[in-house]
């Protein structure tokens, strides 16, 4: 043995080539402080051991190494910037030792090479590949840039064009795409990794291959004339601030990086990139983002735990309808590998599920993420039928018909009555008391919420609501089931609207009440969609969810929360509903709509939306920014807020979470509650007052208040 670390262990495979391998306890390798301040000292005492004449690193897992250790983010980032700079210079030098090693170096890389795993094996002369590789930097998705030394090694192997594509991006490459680009040497079949990279350590050794002109390409100035540079980060920037709206500082902090350090050697182009990490790891939006991958694997543990705990085997499911929700919780059951009854009343309703269905992996065909075979298994695992007696088999149920209390609860009791005892029954509705519906059932210990959103295959969130009488083994069933249909489970307590409705609708509230005062709603879109950073504005996402949905989702608020959501006597939403104007689903709403070529729907102002609401809204008046975000944004964080303190949802991390996988809450603010800490509680209880004279979903709780009074943040940096 030549080292040994708790992460790796360095020692002779074949006379005078070494084999250093990654062995980190655990199910993963990654690099945490410690183990980077280990290599370090294991690489000073390699190089200078003179019968060492070649290297290879391998991993012990079914992966290589799948980057540094998220969860020591955010205490680090915490520490001034200058010691900032000093820190990650440290762990560049180790970087920078591997890249010096006095002899031939070589990867031997499997599965994930990610983040500073990627780093790991740039720093290496030569790279070979099994194909099940994954390499890239995805530190833009956290708010930061590679810094262990990727914007300075990866734009000179693969060019800088290529290295800002992947950079930017953050995405993973197969195997095939990183030879053909240069960013690995070769690939081979996974039993012959070990093999053919020794080969090409030997070839190396005996000056069959020049490792030394290779390596040192790495450590000059990018080969590129000024011109092409000029175009080069042009094009670059122009397109990062395209995708990102200014919101995301990372991106376009990486090819600022690459771009000031394209005419320098190593050690100045290390030092740039230094000092640019160190002022993206002070940004909010680092923070959020961290934050976010933090508050994903808090609600994943949480879930996994539950479903742990489940003791009903789920190897059937049904659905009950097959409308735009049915069809799509049928497709997801059936394409995750459960199989799937679909139950309707109306044949017409049935080939409309599957069509929807067909489509959907009809698509995945077309882009060559699906094979036949796996499109023909999917929708043979739907078994469509109007015949109750074929849902005897389900070990689960989700109920998915229309939005009437009266008839989910007739649906369901009769459910009840056929099924055999145990079966767990479930409702997707979107507003009504979970406890509401129970009321209808014999054994509503069985029963729970089960909330999907829309486009069920693309949305992560699904609400899981605990009714006063469900049992923890019905919870545990469902969010079993759920991650068994790859979505993200979060579980929360019975209430109009659950969660993520119940703090939708007054932000709706709050944009009504400016289109009443004469808002334009087209402009306030753009600000909270360019300003803010909301996926769609108030307007264009209420003509999506549809105005008549949306008319009637606000009854059901009403009604649950009389004081705080009663109905605005002056409702534009109303207005255009009630002249049937339902938004995206029959063309027009706040906008109109147009099919394009692709056949999605494309919006267009429309003249006839702003006369009828005329009869409600004053005439066109001018409004900040600010306050348009702040008339949304409010009455949304005070509901967010009266959320947790209700303990409708449990923790702050799974309410943001909740909105971010939900609704598209901006992932550079992080969530609500990132972003209430970000602006300070009692800043925004002060704001809150200014408005509170608009009603009572812009006044805050005494909790609240009380909260802002003892300085509270929501989110403490150890362990977060
Ligand atoms: N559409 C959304 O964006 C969305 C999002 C989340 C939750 N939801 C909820 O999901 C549920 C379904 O919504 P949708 O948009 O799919 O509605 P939809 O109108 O598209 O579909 C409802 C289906 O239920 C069928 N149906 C009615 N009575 C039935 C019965 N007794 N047995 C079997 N089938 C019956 C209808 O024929 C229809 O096909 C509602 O509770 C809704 O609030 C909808």
């Not at 990794?193 to 490792?211: C, F, H, N, P, R």
């Not at 049992?471 to 659950?498: E, M, Q, R, W």
């Not at 360019?530 to 504005?537: I, K, R």
Request: include cysteine.
């Amino acid at each position: 043995m030549l080292f040994k670390s708790d992460s790796f262990e360095v020692s002779f495979i074949k006379e005078s080539i070494a084999e250093f391998k990654f062995c980190v306890p655990g199910p993963v390798n990654k690099l945490s402080q410690q183990t980077l301040q280990e290599c370090g000292q294991a690489l000073t005492e390699l190089a200078n051991n003179s019968d060492i004449k070649g290297m290879v690193f391998t991993s012990d897992k079914d992966h290589f190494i799948i980057g540094a250790d998220i969860f020591e983010f955010l205490p680090t980032f915490d520490k001034p910037e200058a010691e900032l700079v000093e820190w990650i210079k440290n762990a560049t030098d180790v970087f920078d030792q591997l890249e010096d090693l006095p002899f031939p170096t070589i990867s031997a890389v499997n599965g994930m090479a990610l983040g500073g795993g990627c780093e790991w094996v740039l720093a290496t002369d030569y790279r070979v590949a099994a194909p099940d590789l994954k390499l890239g930097l995805p530190e833009v998705k956290l708010g930061i840039m590679p810094g262990f030394g990727g914007t300075v090694r990866l734009p000179r192997i693969i060019g800088a064009d290529n290295a800002m594509t992947w950079i930017t991006t953050g995405k993973e490459h197969r195997a095939e795409e990183a030879l053909k680009i240069g960013a690995i040497d070769s690939v081979v079949a996974p039993d012959k990794l070990l093999t053919s990279a020794v080969k090409m350590l030997e070839q190396a050794i005996e000056g069959k291959l020049d490792w030394q002109t290779k390596r040192q390409e790495k450590l000059q100035p990018l080969k590129m004339n000024r011109v092409e540079q000029g175009m080069s980060f042009a094009m670059a920037e122009g397109m990062v601030y395209a995708q990102t709206k200014g919101h995301y500082p990372s991106p376009m902090m990486a090819v600022k990086t690459i771009k000031a350090a394209a005419n320098h050697g190593r050690a100045e182009a290390m030092a740039i990139e230094n000092a640019n990490f160190a002022k993206l790891a002070k940004t909010p939006e680092a923070a959020a983002q961290v934050g976010i991958f933090l508050a994903d694997q808090f609600i994943k543990s949480k879930a996994r735990k539950l479903a742990k705990a489940n003791n009903t085997e789920i190897k059937q499911a049904a659905v009950l309808g097959a409308g735009i929700m049915g069809g799509g919780i049928a497709y997801q059951s059936a394409y995750k590998g459960v199989p799937i009854i679909m139950k309707d009343i109306q044949p017409s309703a049935l080939d409309l599920g599957m069509n929807e269905a067909s489509k959907i992996l009809g698509k995945q065909l077309e882009r060559g993420r699906l094979t036949l075979d796996k499109m023909v298994k999917t929708l043979g695992a739907i078994k469509p039928t109007l015949n109750d007696n074929d849902l005897q088999t389900a070990d689960i149920v989700v109920e998915a018909v229309v939005e009437n209390p009266k008839i989910k609860q007739a649906v369901l009791a009769k459910l009840e009555a056929d099924m055999p005892e145990n079966t767990v029954l479930t409702s997707n509705t979107s507003t009504i008391c979970i406890d509401v519906l129970a009321s209808a059932l014999k054994k509503p210990e069985n029963f729970c919420g089960m909330h999907f959103f829309n486009p069920v295959h693309r949305m992560p969130l699904v609400e899981i609501i605990r009714g006063s009488k469900t049992s923890d083994a019905t919870i545990n069933a469902v969010v079993d089931y759920a991650l068994k249909l790859g979505k993200s489970p979060i579980v929360v307590n019975d209430c109009p609207g659950f969660f993520v409705n119940r703090v939708l609708f007054p932000y709706f509230a709050g944009f009504n009440q400016l289109v009443v005062e004469g808002v334009n709603f087209a402009k306030a879109d753009k600000v909270m969609e360019n300003v803010f950073g909301w996926p769609m504005g108030p307007a264009y996402l209420l003509d999506v969810v549809g105005l008549d949905t949306a008319h009637h989702c606000t009854d059901v608020m009403a009604d649950g929360f009389p004081t705080r959501m009663a109905r605005q006597e002056k409702d534009p939403v109303a207005v255009l509903a009630a002249a049937n104007r339902f938004g995206q689903k029959n063309g027009k709403g706040f906008y109109q709509y147009q099919m394009d070529k692709k056949g999605r729907p494309q919006k267009k102002a429309d003249a006839d939306a702003l006369e009828l609401l005329s009869s409600v809204c004053a005439s066109e008046k001018e409004f900040s920014k600010e306050e348009i975000i702040d008339r949304c944004m409010i009455p949304m964080l005070n509901e967010v807020l009266l959320c947790l303190q209700e303990n409708i949802v449990a923790s702050p991390q799974e309410a943001d979470m909740a909105l971010i996988y939900g609704l598209g809450f901006p992932p550079f603010r992080g969530g609500a509650f990132r972003y209430l800490d970000q602006i300070g509680l009692a800043n925004f209880v002060a704001k809150a007052d200014q408005y509170a004279h608009l009603g009572a979903i812009f006044q805050v709780s005494e909790q609240t208040r009380q909260w802002a009074q003892a300085g509270r943040k929501f989110y403490q940096v150890e362990g977060q």
